[in-house]
């Protein structure tokens, strides 16, 4: 997933990749919330106006859950809230993260 920023006025590009475990409640075909537990990494980088840009990698982690509600057979929508946390320049960096969309079902 990506996300962008400006932190300070500075633009910044920021990556997050890994992947993990995920349980989802499925007793209710309407209404199926889950959970999730993910490991990678993320990648931040910094676009300078001179000279080339600073890139660093870090460990992260995820955790979070969500819920995914049925419009009809072939659609849904989804809620997600998930904590992320990352580790640049040897400071550890506390995030949430909240995001919602249409899921398309087969």
């Known amino acids: 997933s990506g996300a962008f920023a400006s932190p300070f006025g500075v ?9 993990g475990p995920r349980i989802a409640w499925r007793y209710n075909r309407r209404f199926q919330p889950w959970a999730h537990v993910l490991a990678g990494g993320a990648r931040i980088r910094v ?3 001179a000279g080339a840009p600073a890139a ?3 460990f992260s ?3 979070g859950g969500g819920a995914d509600i049925r419009l009809n ?4 929508w989804r809620v ?3 904590y992320v946390s990352t580790r640049f320049s040897s400071v550890t960096q506390h995030n949430t993260r909240y ?3 249409i899921v398309l079902n087969y």
């Open 99 to 101: 995001r919602t969309g």
């Open 47 to 49: 676009v300078q106006t």
């Open 56 to 58: 660093r990698n870090s």
């Open 80 to 82: 997600e809230a998930d």
């Open 73 to 76: 057979e072939r659609l849904s």
């Open 11 to 19: 633009p910044t590009r920021w990556f997050w990749y890994g992947g």
């Open 61 to 63: 982690w995820v955790a």
